[in-house]
Structures are given as structure tokens and as C-alpha cells.
Nanobody, 124 residues
């Protein structure tokens, strides 16, 4: 059974930074397109960022996080990170990573494998 695990969430003050990590136990993240999604209470799930499985392949960001968040791979550790800078209260949500071998988009319906999520809270 494919298992993705997110880590790195927590409580941070506005303007602060967090780095989320998505790892795959016995699952080759390097062979998959990976995306980060988030869901705040009472809101729909939102695509945050995604990265292609191809070396130097495309990366996409939601307009709401462009210039503040950076997605990248750490293939030595079979992980994908989401560096989040200049965090704001509206970034508060549960963040999920998802994987798919074929599709790359910010739509959650295009992803086959999901993690359980990690809570990010931005508050003073």
C-alpha cells in the first residue's frame, strides 16, 4: 500500500517560514508528479503547487502563493519539500501531498496517492 507522509507543519507567526516535507515509504517519489494541496476549515481543497517527475520539468504555483512558496525535490532522501516564506493567516490549513505517475496539475482529482496531511497554523 502506497503511503505518503507529510511533516514540518506547526504554528508560526505571520511573516514566518515553514518547510514541509513529503516522503514515500517504499514509494519512488522521483518517478511521480507531486503536488501540494491545502484545505482550510469550511473551504474547498486548493491546489498550492506541483512539480513534474521530469528532471528540470515544470513547476506550477497557485497565484495566492507565487513568490512566497517554493517546491523542490530531494531525491537523495526520496522526498519533496514545500518551502513556505512570508506566511500569512490565510495560509492556515491542513496541507496534503499527493502523487500521480502520469498527470501534473493543481486539480486534486488528477492525483492517485495521498498523504494524511499536516496542520499549518499562522497566527500571532
Amino acid at each position: 500500500q502506497v503511503k505518503l507522509v507529510e511533516s514540518g507543519g506547526g504554528l508560526v507567526q505571520p511573516g514566518g517560514s515553514l518547510r514541509l516535507s513529503c516522503t514515500g515509504a517504499s514509494f519512488p517519489l522521483g518517478s511521480n508528479n507531486i503536488a501540494w494541496f491545502r484545505q482550510a476549515p469550511g473551504k474547498e481543497q486548493e491546489g498550492v503547487s506541483c512539480i513534474s517527475s521530469l528532471t528540470d520539468g515544470p513547476r506550477y504555483y497557485a497565484d495566492s502563493v507565487k513568490g512566497r512558496f517554493t517546491i523542490g525535490r530531494d531525491n537523495d532522501n526520496n522526498s519533496v519539500y514545500l518551502q513556505m516564506d512570508s506566511l500569512q493567516p490565510e495560509d492556515t490549513a491542513v496541507y496534503y501531498c499527493a502523487a500521480d505517475p502520469l498527470r501534473l496539475s493543481l486539480s486534486p482529482r488528477h492525483y492517485t496517492f495521498w498523504g494524511q496531511g499536516t496542520q499549518v497554523t499562522v497566527s500571532s
